[in-house]
């Protein structure tokens, strides 16, 4: 049994994708101790939960460890 697939859902699962690459590489450049971080875990990022991501990680010493 196949789920259709929304380009949009698509789209944003990709976006997903990349922000979770690109947090995973700037993590393992600048390593930080446990007290000097901030660890989220999102849930429902949609259109506007990705926006909130992206500002998430620009932040340096902010960590997204989870994005349902």
Known sequence: MSIPLSRRHFTGALGAGVLLSQA???A????KGPNDQ???GMIG???QGTG???EF???PDV???AIC
Request: hydrophobic share 55%.
């Open 28 to 31: 393992a450049q600048t390593p």
């Open 52 to 54: 909130r991501l992206r």
């Open 38 to 40: 901030v660890v989220l």
């Open 24 to 26: 995973a590489a700037r």
């Open 57 to 59: 990680l620009k932040l």
């Open 45 to 47: 990022v949609g259109s």
């Open 63 to 65: 960590r997204i460890a």
